[in-house]
């Protein structure tokens, strides 16, 4: 089960990585003749895989053919991408392509590289975020720990998406992509810290009476080196885990503002942007594969969950 | 118990004041106000009245402190976007949006109890069919899950794919728009309930399985109690501690989860209210939304608690949760 888990996970990871070399299109290429296309079936002949090239019938119904006369081979390794058709000859559409003729695949395949380095720069945040305030709140003690601990509590209570939500909505709303993913993932990192500092200053709490902290007390550590070399190391099993909950929780939440209008616009491929053509049901009847980012959100929450069953570990809070 | 209950009504008063108060300012502060919802063509002279009549020509801390003064007085001031009072819309958002929950949640309580009795006291396939389903549905998030829901809906028309109420069953008789409601409750409900209900059902299983290992099961099976007996009289009052202690935690994650349902379906709720508000900046309305929130949170960590107490003696005694 775990190991399935992370397999799940690492492939996932690994499709980010290689984002451009498995792509067969650039994402943001417009097909004008494919708008709304369906997958575009490859064919084996031997070992030879073929496909047919897709002419468009009717662009009201949305109707296409396969030119049976021709077809044509894929080709491997050309360009630096895996598989790919010659110009004029395609174009290769794995899930078919959306409503302005972009490649749903090669977008999928780029939107996760968005919605993981996003998810893991809020991890990030969240992670030394909390280390430091629990971590503080921990080794000080008194009243600094009285008012931190206060503090998250309070923060730990809010609802998350209605936080994010509203600290999003009170910015601009139409930002650059750079901006919006810095952005983000200050907002996610500002909701991720509770859970964190809440764990690593109780570790903290009962990791400075022991001896050694006495001991290199003695010797003149100062308090800083103290939390950043002894203390907070023994609260790392910890954080890792909490990395792993809060992981996937981002990837939603960065799905969920990007399908309500508030995360990245359009031209950037995310899991998010992308699901959100799939908001028109009228539409969803017809061209299902819009729904199409689900699945690998939906890889990547179970292999979490699946990695961290049967450890004793609650799982994953859907919610940040 | 009336410290406890006190404690927790202050806290709750903190809450609300809070988060209503910053949600205030931060709309204000925001770029841009309300009256761009005049269009780009209103007279100057138009939005200069608008926003004098909404306060908006105040310093921010002035219009928090008139604010403050007024909801002192149940007056929540009125929605520049709806043009009616705050108070009237948060009402009808809240009580739709708790329609939604209570029905998610008794659905959730319904399906995870039981099953999670199940798998927590047997072993074999029916054990193992329980927990992979509900492994599966503790991964997808409402967000999936309701949008699939939609497009089955779409597809197949066996149920209305998004709204609360429908034009056609608006005769203004109470028993037409129930049924009416029947049919449009499903899919948002359901989109909501799955992720609680998986998880009710492996917190049920895991605790019931930690109650069946204590010394007063093998008492009673001593006793010559039945197996059946033993699950459902003797080990499931024990094993419900948990459970009743996820129940404050599970407000928050509805009134999250309600927010993403209520957008994809449609269903007129507070989540799309206080969405609407905030992407308007329509001040007020969103700082009524707010509060509503607030408190609806705090009620529910406190039912939540009296619930852990009820289930546990040993808390009564302490006096707090």
Redesign the interface.
């Given at each position: 089960m775990r190991r399935a888990g992370l397999t799940l996970v690492t492939i996932v990871a690994l499709v980010a990585l290689g984002a451009p070399w498995l792509a067969p299109n650039p994402p943001g290429r417009s097909f004008p003749q494919s708008l709304y296309a369906p997958p575009t079936a490859v064919h084996l002949r031997g070992l030879r895989p073929f496909i047919y090239q897709q002419r468009l019938i009717s662009r009201l119904e949305r109707r296409f053919e396969d030119d049976v006369s021709r077809p044509v081979a894929l080709h491997w390794f050309a360009d630096g991408r895996l598989v790919s058709i010659p110009e004029g000859e395609g174009p290769l559409l794995l899930l078919g392509a959306d409503a302005l003729g972009r490649d749903i695949f090669s977008r999928l395949v780029y939107g996760a590289r968005t919605s993981l380095a996003l998810a893991l720069a809020g991890t990030l945040g969240a992670l030394v975020l909390g280390a430091l305030v629990g971590g503080l709140a921990g080794y000080a003690g008194g009243l600094v720990d009285d008012l931190l601990s206060r503090i998250t509590e309070f923060v730990l209570v809010l609802p998350a998406m209605y936080v994010a939500l509203a600290l999003r909505a009170a910015l601009p709303l139409v930002l650059p992509p750079a901006t919006v993913f810095v952005l983000l993932a200050a907002i996610f990192g500002l909701l991720g810290w509770p859970i964190v500092a809440r764990g690593v200053r109780a570790i903290v709490a009962s990791e400075r009476e022991r001896e050694y902290v006495m001991a290199s007390h003695a010797l003149g550590a100062g308090p800083w080196r103290m939390l950043l070399r002894h203390l907070l190391p023994s609260a790392a099993g910890y954080m890792a885990v909490q990395a792993t909950l809060l992981l996937p929780a981002f990837i939603l939440a960065e799905a969920t503002l990007s399908y309500v209008g508030l995360g990245f616009p359009d031209t950037v491929p995310t899991w998010g942007t992308m699901l959100q053509s799939a908001a028109n049901v009228s539409l969803l009847g017809q061209a299902p594969l819009m729904l199409a980012p689900a699945a690998p959100i939906l890889l990547v929450v179970l292999g979490v969950n699946l990695s961290i069953q049967g450890r004793g570990r609650t799982p994953v809070q859907l919610e940040p | 118990m009336t410290a406890f209950v006190a404690r927790r009504l202050l806290f709750a008063v903190a809450?609300v004041f809070?988060?209503s108060s910053a949600?205030l300012l931060?709309?204000r502060?925001?770029?841009?106000d309300v009256t761009a919802e005049l269009g780009p063509f209103a007279a100057p002279a138009e939005v200069a009245a608008a926003r004098a009549r909404l306060g908006l020509d105040r310093g921010p801390v002035e219009q928090w402190a008139l604010w403050i003064a007024r909801v002192g007085r149940f007056d929540f001031g009125d929605s520049f976007l709806y043009n009616r009072p705050v108070r009237d819309l948060v009402g009808r958002a809240t009580a739709n949006t708790a329609i939604l929950a209570v029905v998610a949640l008794l659905a959730a309580t319904a399906f995870g109890i039981p099953l999670g009795i199940v798998s927590g006291s047997r072993r074999g396939t029916a054990a193992t069919v329980i927990r992979a389903v509900s492994?599966?549905c503790?991964?997808?998030?409402?967000?999936?899950t309701s949008?699939?829901l939609?497009?089955l809906a779409?597809?197949t028309r066996w149920l209305p794919?998004?709204g609360m109420t429908s034009v056609d069953a608006l005769d203004g008789r109470w028993s037409t728009w129930l049924a009416d409601l029947a049919t449009h409750l499903p899919l948002p409900a359901l989109a909501l309930a799955l992720?609680i209900a998986a998880?009710f059902e492996?917190l049920q299983a895991q605790s019931m399985a930690e109650a069946l290992q204590q010394p007063f099961v093998t008492a009673a099976a001593a006793r010559g109690v039945a197996p059946r007996e033993i699950v459902l009289r003797h080990a499931w009052r024990v094993s419900l501690r948990p459970i009743c202690g996820v129940y404050g935690i599970a407000i928050?994650?509805l009134?999250?989860?309600s927010?993403?349902v209520e957008?994809?379906t449609a269903w007129p709720g507070l989540?799309r209210l206080?969405?609407e508000a905030?992407?308007a900046?329509d001040i007020y309305l969103?700082a009524g939304c707010?509060a509503m929130?607030g408190w609806v949170?705090a009620a529910g960590?406190m039912v939540g608690d009296l619930l852990l107490a009820a289930a546990d003696p040993r808390l009564r005694e302490q006096g707090r949760g």
């Open positions: - | 809450l809070v988060v949600t931060l709309t502060l925001a770029p841009g492994l599966v503790l991964s997808v998030p409402p967000l999936l949008l699939l939609v497009f779409a597809t794919a998004g992720p998880t492996r928050g994650t009134l999250s989860g927010f993403v957008f994809v989540g206080m969405y905030l992407r900046r969103v707010a929130g949170l960590m």
